[in-house]
């Protein structure tokens, strides 16, 4: 295998700030070997730029600005990737929704297989990913040319966002194509955090036996907590829940600190989801509910007449 020259990681960011996936896929790209450029192809993104030329680790930042990136179009973006490709051997994406439509564009004109969903670098040509919901853990090894890669961000600590003095490079950018137009978005505005980034996420299943229940019950314990509130696939299936909300394998995958788990049972795809939190704590009557098998702390109880103690508990502690 040639020896490495650097790695590319195709940020995230809404052209002011960076994504918190971003450093977390920066921690992926350091383990590889070589030095770890990033790209912000946006619009009016200077500021995005200075941001990552400050984060720990990386060695240059490569700003493309034009119109056709604003919102992080997948062919205009895929197209910047290539113009710049040949300078890499690793090319590294968040696999979140965006990396996860930009990645493949590029692996396929580049003619290499994906790398997908990695969760540890064991060698720059060496990686490890979960299969099966999570159940099995496959160690993959590519000899292409370049490794095009998807970061599941729970899998690294992110980097520090300070530290680094990275140079900015102006990229020439990459022509419009023309094929994709940018048409609006509808975007739910929340006070909450947003899920993936939440340090206490607080979820609810099935067992809630509707919406109306989910709100009454989850939506206190998430504002006494300042909590995101997250659902199981089969409440979101129920209707119990906006489909954002999803965690699990078709879902959201999250590692918060902590971790609620009420009246969910836990299916392999919700617990392909959330099993790396760093605290999980469950709330069941069913003793032999599946989501015991991955929680610190169980409470085998009626989560309605659980949960309006816990956060009774909690209103006494917080005085």
Known sequence: MTALVNILVVAEHDNATLKGATFNTVAAAAQCGGDVHVLIAGHNAGEAAKAAAQIAGVAKVIHADAPGFEHGLAENVAAQVLAIAANYSHI???ATASGKNIAPRVAAALDVGQLSDITKVISADTFERPIYAGNAIATVQSTDATHVVTV???????????GGSAA??????AADDGKSKFMG??????DRPELTAA??????????????KFNEVMTPLADKLGAALGASRAAVDAGYAPNDWQVGQTGKIVAPQLYVACGISG?????????DSKVIVAINKD???PIFSVADYGLEADLFEAVPALRTFLNVTSH
Request: net charge neutral.
């Open 168 to 173: 900015i490079e102006t990229a020439t950018v």
């Open 152 to 162: 599941r961000t729970t899998g690294f600590d992110p980097v520090a966002a300070t």
């Open 92 to 94: 590294l994406f968040p």
């Open 287 to 289: 003793p032999e509910a």
């Open 267 to 275: 299916a392999i795809q919700h617990l392909a989801g959330m099993k």
């Open 185 to 190: 978005s509808e975007i739910a505005k929340s």
């Open 199 to 212: 340090k206490i996420i607080v979820s609810g299943g099935r067992a809630l036996g509707s919406a109306e």
